[in-house]
């Protein structure tokens, strides 16, 4: 009922509110539809119907080659597809927003025809493409003693070709008939033209059998539904259309009879505010008579800040009368030396609300503390122009004395970082503080009235606890300690905490006073540092210390129970490539995947942990026997069969791993570890992605590996390596041209090394760089040497290793030894093996490039038996193509050594390089590699490698008899 009388006077405004929104609605209903937007579609449709045309037409042009691409078949699918967009939403506008289904679906039923029709189209195109350059070169390269294949080919290519053109499919069985028998008679062929038979006749099964099926999709693109449906739906479109102009008709006649209703509201609404205007002033009469009986005073500003209105209250409290005050400013009722600083005063000019605490000047001299809350009105006979003001004040000066008592307690029981509580001498709360309710959740009303072990007790300490707690409390007067409380969220948490006695003065206890603070964190802290001392941060597993403590602990159980166990330890192969390809995040992310695979393999009571880098070790305290350990590690090499997803890169790992069982490979956690480790080592050599037992043969094996690698690193500080050289002949004149350098290491205790015996340790151990380094300008200096001397050399050839060309400052170090020696760039030839050409050949490329613009010669070494690409040969930048030796020594005996070595001639002469023949020993071969046009030869048949100061005896280095 009051909410009924509240709205009253509010009800014709709702009324005139609520018909003005029906007219508004009335004039967008009718105002919905236009001819315009019906002329509109229709342009649309038309223009679907005309891209599906199109679409037709190029599908046509496409399937006979007229057309070579898809790009203009896309953008009418395109545009098509925009169409129908938009004249979805005039149908859903028009109220049809299903109306346009049919011919959609259509549409993405002819999308997809489309794609299939590209994708067919596609592969019959290159299939042709590839059928006729393969009978191009079928043709070109045909013996011509081989007249009846030739027949057969020229028929079976001319079938094909005549079938793609007039398309007659009562010749296909013929045709694939043909096809078959080319691809049978190919196998007695010889290669490549065996292959190249068996490619065409597989392209040519494949156009003979795709034609009938992309005609079938050709036919179903051209009868697409699509037209249909879209004249059916803009049929639908129509009738609607026509609905809706007649609905609009109707609202505009309803409009103008709500427009009528409004006017009549209107002129009641004129009739209800005479009324209320005479109810307003019998209510000023009366609101005169309240502020007189106020318990506050009230004042009232004009515009111009002058008081015209106080009550009797007012009068009282400033001690001055009503006829003293009106007229004045607000200065006459403020102290003289605050006056212009006063807030109230600032508010009031600026006609802002104001609350807060000032001052008033009595006529006695005296101030009296007043609270003020005031605020602009409007003027009163509704003109432009600042408001007036109106405010109300109370004596507060009682309320000041008692604040300023409890302030200085207040603030100090407010604002301690500490929980304060205080109980009665019966241990029931009467107080806490804002941090109290900050720790434990429980507000001050939550916590008044109970006892704080009511409150906040844990439930986890006994009863003899507390009993200690009140002796203490009881005979000292204090006690403090840790203790576990538990929230109001029902989390437990530990305090640190303090609890004093208050006494009175005969001593009896009054009050109890606690304070206590939380000591989460710190609890927290000293775990975190605890785990961080045992475990690996990056994967949560063990690290080194944990695991050797628990290895300790599981050997000395093992003992005590005379059962065998086992650890293994495993890295990932190749781990510092990922790291350097995809960064050390991706090799983070590979590293917590492995360890996360590899837990859901354990047992209760292993052991994976993280030794450092890439290394794990697993600790398995109990075994049967070694097939227990065996079956493990199998399990875990099938875990790294499966790719790792690196932030959506997928990459394959391998991990090699080493076991040691105790108590036979050993009886301290040292020498086990020290045995697996070799073990580890051992599944590398083998092949990786394989795990291995230690053996006692692999320890000694392990040792000397080790020694090696240590000797080495000392090899050149020491002058222990030593060059030796093996000529190379020009194959005409049989005079020396150049020089390859060969590495050899005098090892003070095992005598003169060969290079298979130290370089794969180089290489594994990354010292290839230093001793590549050695080698190169070794050469060069020696090179310089000799034609100081007056020897025909010409250039010296180095061999280079892929680890040293990942090296990014490899060709600075080329540059740096050919300022510091001296050398003429064409005097150095860089060899290295066809292989390393697959290894990151964009950069290799570059680098080559980048060498051959100094001068510098690069030669392929071993050309023929590694990765053998005619693709990276015809584009790097190669001067020389060295023949394996594997070929030459097959000349006598082999035809197929013979053809090889023909064939890599050439292709060398062709590709404008010069050819190499190594491994020459007889003169048969000599005479057999001049007859095929080899440019140099290099073998024992010259010279065996040899130092530099035999070289100048060797019969090579001589010219027209005389020595050089």
């Not at 809706?244 to 209800?272: C, P, S, T, W």
């Not at 790792?644 to 991990?655: A, C, K, N, S």
Request: proline share 4%.
């Amino acid at each position: 009922m009051k909410v009924r009388v509240a709205l009253r006077p509010f009800l014709p405004w709702m009324l005139l509110a609520f018909l003005a929104m029906v007219l508004i609605t009335l004039y967008f209903l009718s105002a919905r539809v236009s001819s315009g937007n019906r002329v509109q579609v229709e342009l649309q449709v038309r223009q679907a119907l005309g891209l599906d045309t199109r679409v037709n037409l190029e599908v046509l042009r496409l399937r006979h080659r007229q057309l070579l691409d898809y790009d203009s078949l896309a953008i009418s699918g395109a545009q098509a597809e925009e169409l129908l967009q938009a004249l979805q939403t005039d149908f859903e506008r028009i109220g049809l927003p299903g109306a346009l289904q049919a011919a959609r679906e259509s549409w993405r039923l002819k999308q997809r025809e489309m794609e299939d029709f590209k994708r067919q189209n596609a592969v019959l195109n290159n299939s042709l493409q590839h059928f006729v350059n393969l009978a191009t070169q079928l043709h070109s390269g045909w013996d011509a003693s081989w007249r009846a294949p030739a027949s057969l080919l020229n028929s079976v290519t001319r079938d094909v070709l005549i079938f793609v053109n007039a398309q007659q499919t009562e010749d296909v069985s013929r045709i694939v008939a043909g096809l078959d028998r080319l691809e049978a008679g190919s196998r007695r062929w010889p290669e490549p033209a065996a292959t190249r038979a068996r490619l065409l006749a597989a392209h040519g099964k494949l156009i003979v059998n795709d034609h009938l099926p992309l005609q079938r999709l050709m036919y179903d693109l051209s009868h697409s539904r699509f037209p249909e449906d879209m004249e059916r739906a803009y049929g639908e479109y129509a009738r609607a259309f026509a609905r809706a102009e007649i609905q609009a008709e109707h609202y505009r006649r309803l409009m103008a009879i709500f427009a009528l209703f409004m006017i009549a509201v209107v002129a009641l609404i004129m009739l209800r505010l005479r009324h209320t205007a005479q109810e307003l002033a019998r209510s000023h009469s009366l609101l005169n008579n309240v502020a007189d009986h106020l318990g506050e005073g009230i004042l009232s500003f004009d515009a111009r800040g002058r008081l015209n209105f106080l009550n009797r209250r007012a009068e009282v409290l400033l001690g001055r009368s009503e006829s003293e005050l009106l007229g004045q400013s607000v200065d006459c009722i403020l102290p003289q030396d605050e006056a212009q600083d006063s807030s109230f005063r600032a508010a009031l000019a600026a006609g802002r609300s104001f609350e807060g605490e000032e001052c008033v000047q009595r006529p006695d001299g005296k101030q009296l503390p007043v609270a003020f809350l005031g605020g602009p009105m409007a003027r009163r006979d509704g003109s432009d122009g600042p408001p007036g003001y109106v405010t109300s004040f109370r004596d507060i000066s009682a309320q000041r004395m008692a604040a300023a008592r409890l302030q200085l307690a207040a603030r100090v029981f407010d604002n301690l970082s500490e929980a304060m509580t205080i109980t009665g001498p019966d241990g029931r709360i009467q107080s806490v503080n804002p941090a109290f309710t900050r720790i434990t959740g429980f507000t001050e009303a939550d916590a008044v009235g109970h006892t704080p072990g009511f409150l906040l007790g844990s439930g986890i300490h006994d009863k003899s606890f507390y009993q200690e707690m009140w002796k203490s409390l009881n005979e000292a007067g204090k006690w403090q300690g840790e203790i576990i409380n538990r929230r109001k969220s029902g989390e437990t948490y530990p305090e640190w905490l303090s609890i004093t006695a208050v006494r009175d003065e005969a001593g009896a206890i009054v009050q109890y006073l606690a304070l206590f603070s939380d000591i989460s964190e710190r609890k927290q802290a000293e775990a975190y540092i605890h785990h961080l001392a045992y475990h690996d941060p990056l994967t949560g597993l063990a690290n080194r210390l944990l695991f050797n403590d628990r290895l300790d602990n599981a050997m000395h159980q093992a003992h005590r129970s005379r059962r065998p166990l086992a650890i293994m330890l495993f890295d990932l192969d190749r781990f510092k490539s990922i790291n350097d390809s995809l960064g050390h995040g991706a090799g983070d992310i590979l590293l917590k995947s492995v360890s996360q695979r590899l837990t859901r393999l354990l047992r209760e009571g292993d052991t994976l942990g993280r030794l450092g880098g890439d290394e794990f070790a697993l600790l398995l305290p109990e075994i049967s026997s070694h097939a227990d350990a065996a079956s493990l590690a199998s399990r875990m090499l099938a875990e790294f069969e499966t790719p790792f997803d690196l932030d959506g890169r997928e990459v394959f790992v391998t991990t090699s791993i080493g076991i040691a069982v105790y108590p036979s490979d050993g009886e301290n956690p040292q020498t086990l570890l020290k045995h697996a480790d070799v073990a580890l080592y051992n599944a590398k050599d083998a092949g990786r992605s394989i795990f291995r037992f230690f053996l006692e043969s692999d320890s000694e094996n392990s040792l000397d590996r080790l020694e090696l690698e240590t000797d080495l690193r000392h090899a050149v500080a020491r002058d222990e390596l030593c060059l030796y050289y093996q000529p190379q002949v020009d194959a005409r004149t049989g005079l020396i041209l150049g020089v390859e350098a060969l590495v050899r290491w005098q090892h003070p205790r095992r005598g003169l090394l060969m290079p298979d015996r130290f370089i794969p340790l180089a290489e594994a151990t990354g010292y290839i760089d230093v001793l590549g380094r050695w080698c190169m300008e070794t050469a060069c200096r020696q090179l310089v040497e000799w034609q100081n001397q007056g020897l025909p050399i010409e250039r010296v050839a180095v061999n280079v290793s892929a680890r040293q060309l990942r090296n990014p400052d490899f060709s600075g170090m080329v540059a740096g030894i050919l300022r510091e020696t001296g050398i003429p760039p064409r005097g150095l030839e860089i060899e290295l093996t066809e292989s390393s050409l697959a290894d990151d050949p964009g950069r290799t490329f570059q680098l080559f490039s980048q060498l051959r613009q100094w001068g510098i010669r690069i030669a392929i070494d071993d050309f023929g038996t590694g990765y053998s690409s005619l693709s990276y040969l015809s584009r790097f930048p190669v001067d020389v193509v060295k023949i394996d030796q594997s070929f030459v020594q097959g000349l006598g005996q082999e035809p197929e050594a013979r053809s090889v070595v023909q064939a890599i001639i050439l292709l060398a002469h062709a590709l404008s390089m010069e050819t190499v023949a190594e491994g020459v020993e007889t003169e048969a071969q000599r005479k057999r590699l001049v007859e095929m046009g080899c440019d140099q030869l290099q073998g024992y048949l010259y010279s065996r490698p040899c130092p530099p100061w035999q070289l100048l005896e060797l019969p090579c280095v001589v010219d027209d008899g005389d020595a050089v």
